[in-house]
């Protein structure tokens, strides 16, 4: 048997919470590091019928990727959203666990999973982050640069995406004949990384959540960009979290949350 302090230790391997950059909220948020853990429930964001899902599957604890409490809470009630999240959570003996970017950061993260995913080699991290107050002495970064093995057209890569992360919309910036075979990503939201990854050199620089006036930036810089969502490049740490935690757990029934998170609608 587990206790959720077991299960913290056990993800604080894979992503130590002290690598967090300063901003964020990963860890623990709500729950007693001594209740026991028979059920986890993974997922990418947490709303109230992700909290809804774990209830029905019985499950102890909730670790996310995004923080369900990310800026200060100054009033606890159920006549507000959060409030009343954190209300059902707590009467329903349910943890909130959050990985974020402990998870972007960290070697056989998120963004190696993309890397991964879209074959690259001679993965290197984009920028190697300094202020993280890890004691381990080893490094971390954001995002990820690594290489196709061959050029291939720019088209050709956005079909690669369209494939791979099973999307059919995204935006680009960019002439659809150029040839590239050096790729940077960053999940979710990359957009300050387009100038470090114009001066490494890579061709083309995948994230989201990219803005008007940082897309005209990048064709200054001229390299190319591909907006793939933000939803759409961080579903990942669902499967990548059911594969870490059912490697190292045993008698835990792990499950991968069935919603889609995105806010977005597509037409």
Known sequence: MYRIRDIKAIANRLAPENIALDWDNSGLQIGDLNNMVNSI????????????EAIRLDCQLIISHHPM?????????EDNYIGRLIYK???NNIGIFSMHTNLDLVENGINDYLANLL?????????????????DMNEYGLGRIGF????ISFKGFIDII??????????YVGD?????????????????????????????????????????????????????????????????LYDYFVSKLTGVKIFKSELNTDPWKYD
């Not at 409490?69 to 009630?77: C, D, G, N, Q, Y």
Request: with cysteine; hydrophobic share 40%; charged share 25%.
């Open 41 to 52: 429930l993974l997922t990418l964001d947490i709303n109230e019928k992700v909290i809804d």
């Open 69 to 77: 409490l990310f800026k200060p809470v100054k009033r606890i009630s």
């Open 89 to 91: 959570a707590i009467r």
């Open 119 to 135: 074959g690259l080699k001679d993965i290197e991290y984009l920028e190697i982050v300094k202020e993280v107050p890890s004691l």
């Open 148 to 151: 196709l093995g061959e050029k």
């Open 162 to 171: 369209r494939d791979r992360f099973s999307i059919t919309q995204l935006r």
């Open 176 to 240: 659809e004949s150029d040839y590239l075979n050096c790729v940077a990503l960053c999940s979710g939201s990359g957009a300050d990384l387009i100038e470090i990854a114009a001066q490494k050199g890579a061709d083309v620089l995948l994230t989201a959540d990219i803005k008007y006036h940082q897309a005209q930036y990048a064709e200054q810089l001229g390299i190319n960009l591909v907006d793939a969502g933000h939803y759409q490049t961080e579903h990942y740490v669902k499967t990548l």
